[in-house]
């Protein structure tokens, strides 16, 4: 199977580039982006050696939905998706954090927990609690934007003292977080799941508060199937999961946390093959839809063809 791994586009009035972990990000006259969700896959603030075919597809595909299924909340910075693996939208002068919202406890804030501490980014947690346990109420545990490395945890009053975000403008996320969350949970209980823990990143333009990036993409989200989720708590079993965890659990059961001298295990075929399924799977059980598969013979000229035409009407 074919993976886009980088994108070497030059479109119109292009006036910059920048290239994420996963996305590859063109700014046209300076007034909008065209952002291209790749094939890479990053853990632990490392990108993977193999691109994972038909990941950015899967990531943009459900991002749109959900963009699209919570502007009645806030508005979001999408103008156009020209393409499965392609959004163009309005450029906005992103906040510096990262706005982590947690109702079970899982993945970080469990690593966090079974080390011993009792407060996450500020927030103090009861005592007693095991691993996937759902929260007495979701927490907000928010990282700051790291341009390079990794991000790192951050509190309320630490945001707040430092100046990093106004007072009125993180009270405005907080409320947006909370509602999108619900929203969220929502959609994901029709389809049996459950929405774990989940990001959004905001950014401002003209005044107004945009929601930006991805959301609700098992990149920024953990789901648990709903069916049996107390069975396997009760019986101390793991939680059967759609997101990224488990790519992660792969690389640690393999040595690997993204800390200086360790090496990527070697990510073969069958790995590969094994993530572009479980991304598979989450869209269509998250989306209630067969996932359709782009053609993938010649992505970049596919890519560039309808972001032009896409430009053109913009």
Aim: net charge negative; glycine share 6%.
């Amino acid at each position: 199977m074919k993976a886009l791994k980088e994108t070497h586009f030059n479109f119109p009035n292009q006036s910059n580039f920048y290239k994420g972990k996963v996305r590859d990000v063109y700014t046209i006259a300076d007034q909008s982006m065209v952002m291209v969700v790749s094939d890479r896959i990053s853990a632990f603030d490392v990108v993977l050696p193999e691109a994972i075919p038909f990941k950015g597809q899967v990531l943009n595909q459900i991002a749109a939905k959900f963009l699209a299924a919570t502007q009645d909340i806030v508005p979001n910075w999408v103008l156009s998706v020209p393409d499965p693996m392609v959004t163009i939208g309005r450029i906005c002068e992103p906040f510096k954090v990262e706005m982590v919202i947690r109702g079970y406890l899982a993945g970080h804030a469990w690593r966090e927990y079974s080390a011993g501490k009792r407060s996450v980014c500020g927030v103090t947690l009861p005592e007693g609690l095991k691993e996937n346990d759902k929260l007495p109420q979701p927490i907000i545990t928010p990282t700051t934007k790291a341009s390079v490395g990794h991000d790192e945890d951050i509190s309320k009053e630490d945001i707040l003292a430092k100046g990093i975000v106004s007072i009125t403008d993180y009270e405005k996320l907080e409320e947006y977080t909370y509602a999108l969350y619900q929203r969220g949970t929502e959609i994901a209980a029709k389809s049996g799941l459950i929405l774990v823990d989940t990001k959004y990143e905001f950014g401002a333009a003209d005044g107004v508060i945009y929601l930006i990036d991805e959301i609700h993409t098992p990149d920024s989200s953990r789901y648990f199937y709903a069916e049996g989720y107390q069975e396997r708590q009760d019986n101390n079993e793991p939680q059967k999961q759609l997101s990224k965890e488990f790519v992660r659990k792969w690389l640690i059961e393999n040595g690997f946390q993204g800390k200086d001298g360790q090496v990527v295990p070697e990510m073969t075929p069958e790995i590969v093959n094994s993530i572009s399924e479980r991304y598979i799977e989450l869209y269509e059980k998250i989306v209630g839809e067969t996932f359709i598969k782009a053609d993938a013979d010649a992505i970049s000229s596919r890519i560039e063809t309808n972001v032009l035409k896409a430009l053109g009407t913009l």
